[in-house]
């Protein structure tokens, strides 16, 4: 690895350490001490340069706008408190640097040799070598979240393109169209799907409400969360559908139309990977101080 690729990977790490998809708080000096001291100009550089390949993303609360204000290329926006996130895109690109770094130390040399004197036969001695490497162990590689996407085959336009964007924000969607292969018992995949999906997708619609199949479905992920084994039910409302199943009548919905797609599934996919949506606890008054410095 080169030396720009192995400070891409600390600053990877230290992101990552405030979990997946996470926002993790952040400021040059914290960062630079973290990543054993790199230089803040060679830092902001890297930051910049990963923000461009759209790897990561970066945010700062802004009392006056009462909003998060987002990293656009104005590289004084470092100068003060920021948060920081790894993207979808930038995690698969730093598992491949993860895996790199994994296969060069696994080839470096260590050791040393213990020469040990046999007593049994002779004066014969035995040359060994002892391993001193600080010894590496790869931590199991997180399976992303896999939603089951439950719904009506007359939606089948909407629910393509939304299991498409789904995996492209990192969650593993189970989509019917993908996973029944001609000659498939459709039950025996469907309960299948439903058992190895923590995640459940209600597309609710005029073509779905009258749907047996996905009824059924939707029954089968009630009983599973009731047993722990579903983490949550979400359900998505595509048209002008006025009815819902009572049993989800409490669970908060949430409504697609063409002009709020965008917003809406960022809000289904936060949902899924828990993202902190909160902005940070602080000291207003020192805020409002900064604001007026810059």
Known sequence: ???????????????????????RPADLGTLANSLQSVEQAVLVDALDDLYAR????????????NDWVRYAGDREYFSYPFELRVTFPGRKYFEGLEAQSSRTRS?????????????SHGNSTVTAKLDTSPQVIAAPASAPPRAFVSHSGQ???????????LCDYGVDAWYSQWEIKAGDSIPERIGRGLEDCEF??????????SSPWVQAELETAIGRKMAGKVQKIIPIKIDDCDKCPPMIGSL???TFTPETYELRLKDVVNSILDVELKPPVRNRLDQQKEERQR
């Open 1 to 23: 690895m080169v030396p720009a690729e192995e400070l891409e990977l600390k600053i990877f790490r230290f992101a990552e350490s405030a979990g997946k998809a996470r926002w």
């Open 252 to 254: 908060n919905r949430v």
């Open 200 to 209: 459940f997708i209600y597309v609710l619609s005029n073509n779905s409400i």
């Open 54 to 65: 759209r790897f990561m993303e970066f945010r700062q609360w802004s009392y006056p706008k």
């Open 107 to 119: 080839t470096e040399p260590s050791g040393v040799e213990v020469r040990v004197a046999g007593k």
């Open 155 to 165: 939606d089948h336009q909407f629910v393509h393109k939304f299991a498409v964007d």
